[in-house]
């Protein structure tokens, strides 16, 4: 059974750093893109960061322009694991953070670039973690 599974959440302080990461099982990992979503109480859903599979474009990156400069994603395909690196936590990055996969694997850099942050595109979603910053 495929299963992606979410850990590292925490609560913590304005401008302090987490580190978030999601494994993955019954999957062949190195095929699929994957994302990291977050949903903060009362909104929908949203894209956080996607990376690609390491053999097309070295596992190009995509960003939110929220996150940009202050998150960074990275694969470690030997342990079937994504990270997500957040730093310059703000209040408003208080959210569940989910990881998923994209359905269409080894996709095109510039198909995952145009789709990435569409959940609908995603399979294996996790159960997600929990981040909360306060001052």
């Known amino acids: 059974q495929s299963q992606f599974v979410e850990t590292g959440g925490d609560s913590v302080q304005l401008g302090e750093s987490l580190r978030l990461s999601c494994a993955a099982s019954?999957?062949?990992?190195?095929?699929?893109?994957v994302a990291w979503f977050r949903q903060a109480p009362g909104k929908e859903r949203e894209g956080v960061s996607s990376?690609?599979?390491?053999?097309?474009?070295?596992?190009?990156?995509n960003y939110a322009d929220s996150v940009k400069g202050r998150f960074a994603i990275s694969r470690d395909d030997a342990t079937n694991t994504v990270f997500l690196e957040m730093h310059s936590l703000k209040a408003e990055d208080t959210a569940i953070y989910y990881c998923a996969a994209f359905r269409r694997r080894r996709p095109p850099p510039e198909l995952l670039a145009r789709l990435w942050a569409r959940e609908e595109e995603y399979l294996f979603w996790g159960q997600g973690t929990q981040v909360t910053v306060s001052s």
């Open positions: 019954g999957v062949t990992f190195a095929n699929y893109a």
């Open positions: 990376i690609n599979v390491v053999s097309i474009g070295n596992g190009n990156t």
